[in-house]
């Protein structure tokens, strides 16, 4: 079964979080400027936040902006 569009964006994200790419303490971007460079819907992009948040890759300030987690 092929895989949903959310749970793509969520391992494209993931693989930039795991690879160093983005470091921890790293602003995400916007969930507009997601949509662009993904195309892919603000519903898309959401539930693809709700996995990193859930999984403890990012963390939410409210106002602020979406982070990577440190993990260490």
Partial sequence: ?????????????????????????????????????????DTVVGKAMMILRATGLTETLEGVGVFVADRS
């Avoid at 949903?4 to 602003?27: C, F, H, M, N």
């Fill in 1 to 41: 079964m092929p895989k949903q569009q959310y749970q793509v964006l969520a391992d494209a994200l993931r693989a930039k979080i795991e690879s160093g790419e983005w470091a921890p303490g790293t602003k995400l971007p916007s969930r507009s400027q997601l949509c662009k460079d993904y195309g892919v819907s």
